[in-house]
T-cell receptor, first 114, second 111 residues
Framework: DVKVTQSSRYLVKRTGEKVFLECVQD?????MFWYRQDPGLGLRLIYF???????EKGDIPEGYSVSREKKERFSLILESASTNQTSMYLC?????????????FGPGTRLTVL | TQLLEQSPQFLSIQEGENLTVYCNSS?????LQWYRQEPGEGPVLLVT?????EVKKLKRLTFQFGDARKDSSLHITAAQPGDTGLYLC???????????FGAGTRLFVKA
């Protein structure tokens, strides 16, 4: 089974703090994704990566950055957390260029910014 | 802008009833996925449909991809409390980089 793990299930941070969310997948997937999920808005893509050291902006990249130094690990960074970044953050991975679109998700990190 | 509209947004039914959830778009997708998400967890992939008109069955769940590959439906027969959750549809382009998610249908099945 594909396994995607996220470093924290729950996180509480203060406004202005730098926040790191880590994601690791164990199936040698080429693509990795970061989403945020808010009630009524569904999943919105923040960033994705199709290869090591490669990254592409998604629909809502403002206030976020990412890092992919190793194939299995994709990190999301909030440089200066703000209250409007309180959300559920989901990491996902998928096979590669010929992937039919199936994504495998981690359990999510519920981030609260006070 | 591509959009995937799901309906209904919320559904509360009794155990044993049948239901259908719809996922519609004006865009054509190379594939479409259905996921189920339980509270506090990430979405779990249920099925992928690729061919227009394709029908797939997963026990009591039947998934259909529209002929034009713009819409899909999920039909649950004899719903059970264990079916409770948020059902998400997602349309993908080739390569799966650009995947659009619907807002979801929250299903509650009462015993």
């Amino acid at each position: 089974d594909v396994k995607v793990t996220q470093s924290s299930r729950y996180l509480v941070k203060r406004t202005g703090e730098k926040v790191f969310l880590e994601c690791v997948q164990d199936m040698d997937h080429e693509n990795m994704f970061w989403y945020r999920q808010d009630p009524g808005l569904g999943l919105r893509l923040i960033y994705f990566s199709y290869d090591v050291k490669m990254k592409e902006k998604g629909d809502i990249p403002e206030g976020y950055s990412v890092s992919r130094e190793k194939k299995e690990r994709f990190s999301l960074i909030l440089e200066s957390a703000s209250t409007n970044q309180t959300s559920m953050y989901l990491c996902a991975s998928s096979w590669g260029p010929l992937s039919p679109g199936e994504q495998f998700f981690g359990p999510g990190t519920r981030l609260t910014v006070l | 802008t591509q959009l995937l509209e799901q309906s209904p947004q919320f559904l509360s039914i009794q155990e044993g009833e049948n239901l259908t959830v719809y996922c519609n778009s004006s865009s054509v997708f190379s594939s479409l996925q259905w996921y189920r998400q339980e509270p506090g967890e990430g979405p779990v992939l249920l099925v992928t449909v690729v061919t227009g008109g394709e029908v797939k069955k997963l026990k009591r769940l039947t998934f259909q991809f529209g002929d034009a590959r713009k819409d899909s439906s999920l039909h649950i027969t004899a719903a059970q409390p264990g079916d409770t959750g948020l059902y998400l549809c997602a349309g993908a382009d080739t390569g799966g980089f650009k995947t659009i998610f619907g807002a979801g249908t929250r299903l509650f099945v009462k015993a």
